[in-house]
């Protein structure tokens, strides 16, 4: 995020840790406005009034590999608090005359961590208790204290888990606060800002609102500015962001590979166009995505076949647009640490994701990309600060591909109409049980089998769908969700009795792994 003159802040100085984001998002979470800095860029006079503390976070170094890293110690001897966290402990540490030695036992995941004195940065941090769980990641320690350090809390295998300089208002922590894993982590974080660096709160989703409509003005300037939209969260609040920034210089485009769910091309169109009162170019390509798709049953042909006729579609129609320099999209920050290999291990492609990340190249634009350092929760309650409806913020996940990939085998017109009527049975009678809120993702598919069936004694012989309904943190790892046999017995028979085609229900019961999320 980029500088806000005005707000009091937390630096926080990065070095490549993987949770740095995650240190940000906390403070964010307590009402606070922070700010980060690479090691690389912080200069001393980054640290001017509005700095009320400093955070030094991990990083994959070691403190003795002066060449991999610039520090100037001077930024943090300006009488603001610091917090050094793992390898920003360490750092904190040598400059102050300790020392830092590979660990005789590394430290990674769950460790306990005994406290050895009150500080101001454990306040009801151990709750009562004499141990507490703490993320632990690293493979060198602190082995000396600086002088004026004094121990708050100890591992078994780390002596300097939390120490202080309270005169100099200096605070390391060899374990990850920041964490979930870390037990009252936030604690650690709260004591920090609130108590020692006493910063006021300052940051609400309105300010973030504020500032990224003012940093897409700063960036777009007069140009215009395209956006693939697809309906589901991400998308539409960087259109509704950007139609709030530079309103007609905006311009979606909405794609109807006639993969969608039951109504939906209805509904983006009728909350877009006529409501939020958007450009919205609306495409309909139904018989163009049916056509191409004819006849393929291999998934990755069908993930290609729709990922290339969806940018093909695209350019074609923002051809049409004169003078277009910037392309909107709605990369979060998950998908930014998923990209980069953090272990640089090769990772094998399990499928070829289509969403519009991939779009076009050829065309040379410029990248606005606005959710980029936000996580899903902080995107959507940024969605109902831009009035967008409770209905699509919560909406669950929907693939690129859509329809395509739980219709296992050919495409018929039939079976997609087939699948968006069980599929939206199936939804709505989730929303009508109170249940879609506590699933990430749920979804009916059509399996290319049919079986014999017996209906007012009569013989049926019609498709199997398969219901899939599951809890994740993530869409990474995935279980499924355990329903009372009182609603997969009313579901099932909704189904069966209501859509003509299907006289046969399943439930998936795979968690992810070693299944994924999508049949396809
Ligand atoms: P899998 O099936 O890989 O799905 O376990 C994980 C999450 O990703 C979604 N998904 C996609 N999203 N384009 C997308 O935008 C795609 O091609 C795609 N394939 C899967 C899936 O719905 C789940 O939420």
Request: proline share 3%; charged share 25%; net charge positive.
């Amino acid at each position: 995020m980029n500088l806000d003159q005005s707000l009091d802040k937390i630096l926080i100085i990065d070095f490549g840790s993987q949770f740095t984001q995650l240190i940000a998002r906390r403070i964010r979470e307590l009402g606070v406005f922070s700010e980060i800095v690479s090691h690389r860029k912080i200069k001393k006079n980054n640290v001017d009034k509005t700095v009320k503390g400093i955070i030094l976070s991990g990083g994959p170094l070691n403190v003795y590999e002066i060449k991999k890293y610039s520090f100037d110690s001077n930024i943090v001897q300006r009488g603001v608090p610091v917090l050094g966290i793992c390898f920003g402990h360490q750092i904190l540490s040598k400059i102050n005359g300790g020392r830092v030695k590979k660990s005789k036992h590394r430290e990674f995941g769950l460790a306990n961590i005994y406290k050895k004195k009150d500080s101001l940065l454990t306040k009801n941090f151990f709750k009562n208790k004499k141990l507490i769980n703490v993320w632990m990641s690293h493979a060198d320690q602190v082995s000396k204290l600086p002088k004026n350090f004094s121990v708050i809390a100890s591992s078994q295998n780390s002596r300097f888990a939390i120490v202080e300089n309270k005169l100099k208002k200096f605070y390391g922590v060899q374990f990850h606060p920041e964490v979930t894993h870390t037990e009252n982590g936030k604690k650690i974080i709260s004591n920090f800002i609130f108590l020692i660096c006493k910063i006021k709160k300052n940051w609400s989703v309105k300010n973030q609102k504020i500032q990224l409509i003012k940093e897409i003005r700063n960036k777009v300037k007069n140009s215009k500015v395209i956006c693939a939209l697809s309906g589901g969260v991400d998308s539409s609040v960087v259109a509704q962001l950007l139609n709030k920034a530079i309103g007609k210089k905006l311009y979606c485009i909405f794609v109807n590979t006639g993969l969608l769910r039951k109504n939906e091309e209805k509904q983006v169109v009728e909350t877009f166009k006529k409501k939020l009162k958007i450009n919205l170019i609306y495409v309909n390509a139904e018989e163009e995505f049916l056509r191409k798709l004819k006849n393929i049953s291999d998934p990755e042909k069908k993930r290609k076949i729709i990922g290339n006729l969806f940018i093909k579609i695209f350019e074609r129609y923002a051809k049409k647009i004169n003078n277009v320099k910037f392309l909107a999209q709605g990369t979060l920050y998950p998908d930014l640490i998923e990209s980069r290999s953090v272990t640089g291990s090769q990772t094998s492609k399990i499928k070829s994701h289509h969403n519009v990340g991939g779009l076009p190249k050829k065309m040379k634009l410029k990248l606005v990309e606005p959710l980029k350092l936000l996580f899903k929760d902080e995107v959507r309650k940024l969605g109902l600060e831009l009035k967008l409806s409770n209905e699509i913020i919560s909406r669950h996940p929907f693939p690129g591909p859509g329809l395509a990939i739980r219709m296992p085998g050919i495409i018929t017109k039939e079976k997609i109409k087939i699948l968006k009527e069980a599929d939206y049975y199936f939804i709505k009678a989730l929303k009508d049980n109170n249940l879609y809120n506590k699933i990430w993702q749920a979804y009916a598919a059509l399996l290319p089998v049919k079986t014999v069936g017996v209906m007012g004694d009569n013989r049926t012989y019609e498709y199997l769908c398969l219901l899939r309904a599951i809890t994740s943190e993530d869409g990474m790892t995935a279980d499924f969700f355990d329903f009372k046999k009182s609603f997969i017995q009313m579901i099932s028979n909704k189904i069966v009795n209501s859509i003509r085609g299907i006289n046969r229900v399943v439930y998936d019961v795979t968690s992810k792994p070693p299944s994924t999320i999508e049949l396809e």
